[in-house]
């Protein structure tokens, strides 16, 4: 039995570990999306905000499990006509070029034909889980690592944002076996002794020693690669079972069937946020997102954002030098991004800053 053959059953063993209780951030990797394929993602959405007439019914009727946590869909806001955000049309590009580091660049439109005659503001991110890490408002970096868990089926844009905002939060790092660890060690330079032929040859191993090994090697196998924690646990709503993420300030609900993720409210004593998924579908034939989510802010006002297109594709473009160009089509024409009013600017509203 080699070394290899070891990690891969204890690959094996963990991962069947995992399925069965997930930790927070086996939760956040949306494993229950495809891959992501090729190395870069095109993501587009419109952002309208809705009266609360209009989003109860078009967000209730698009639920699939609708009366499950009903009476927890935030009540949305009545809003003039003139408080409006105007709706928005936007286009994302992540380049996945390099794994440690994705980059973003962001298109806002004014015109659902989402062309240059109607671009009012492009943005570049050499890297977007930075931008969530350093982010000051609160509800634009919560979006942000929804859309990392979602779309590029990432954890750590929700790390960053859980490691920022809420204190309790527990990473698999910080809740990694460090015995079970250091018996994998001291197995490895066991093996790796064994196997070196330069050595003396280890005396007969006696019927009670083996069966010793054997015992600790049992005992290091049933061992948890993480800690126990109640961080996750599953829960019981109205009929239907959910992995729910429980901190004090923040709190995440997962389907039990599919990990699809439902909700995710952050509630502190200044800020509460809630934001409901409606019913997935395939946007490409293999990657799946909610079809649409309402984002319920701070002050209460309510955000419809619909899934336009998701692609996956293989390109070389590089975004800094495309948001150079875009930059220049928004020169020629006279147009800014102080286009996008001053309260706007300061609000949670989608747009990359």
Do not use: C
């Not at 059953?9 to 963990?14: D, E, P, R």
């Not at 439902?262 to 019913?279: A, F, L, P, R």
Request: aromatic fraction near 12%; proline fraction near 3%; hydrophobic fraction near 35%.
């Amino acid at each position: 039995m080699n070394f290899k053959f070891i990690l891969i059953l204890l690959l094996t063993f963990s991962s069947n570990v995992f399925s069965a209780y997930p930790t927070a951030e086996d939760l956040f990797k949306n494993t229950g999306n495809q891959e992501v394929a090729g190395n870069q993602i095109i993501l587009k959405f419109q952002v309208e905000e809705s009266d609360e007439k209009k989003a109860n019914n078009e967000l209730e009727g698009d639920l699939s499990n609708k009366d499950a946590i009903k009476s927890e869909i935030p009540e949305a806001l009545s809003l003039e006509k003139h408080d409006k955000l105007e709706t928005k049309y936007l286009t994302w590009t992540f380049s996945l070029k390099r794994e440690s580091k994705i980059e973003l660049f962001q298109e806002v439109y004014s015109n659902s034909a989402m062309k240059n005659p109607h671009l009012e503001l492009v943005n570049y991110l050499g890297d977007y889980h930075s931008k969530i890490r350093d982010e000051k408002n609160l509800e634009r970096s919560l979006f942000y690592a929804i859309i990392s868990s979602l779309v590029l089926n990432d954890s750590r844009g929700m790390v960053e944002f859980l490691t920022k905002h809420e204190p309790s939060f527990l990473s698999n790092n910080m809740l990694l076996n460090r015995e079970k660890i250091k018996q994998l060690e001291k197995y490895k330079s066991f093996l790796a002794e064994k196997k070196d032929k330069s050595l003396p040859t280890p005396p007969p191993v006696s019927e009670e020693d083996s069966s010793s090994k054997k015992k600790q090697m049992d005992e290091m196998m049933n061992m948890s690669m993480y800690q126990k924690n109640n961080q996750v646990s599953l829960q019981r709503l109205e009929g239907n079972f959910f992995w729910m993420v429980n901190l004090p300030n923040f709190k995440a609900y997962y389907k039990n069937e599919n990990r699809d993720l439902y909700k995710v409210d952050y509630n502190s004593e200044t800020e509460n946020i809630s934001t409901v998924m409606g019913n997935y579908m395939l946007f490409d034939g293999i990657h799946q997102l909610p079809k649409r989510i309402l984002f319920k802010t701070a002050s209460g006002r309510n955000f419809i954002i619909r899934i336009l297109e998701l692609k996956h594709v293989s390109q070389s473009t590089d975004l800094s030098k495309l948001n150079d160009q875009y930059k220049k089509i928004i020169d020629n024409k006279e147009r800014s991004s102080s286009r996008v009013n001053y309260r706007d600017q300061y609000g949670p509203y989608f747009f990359v800053k």
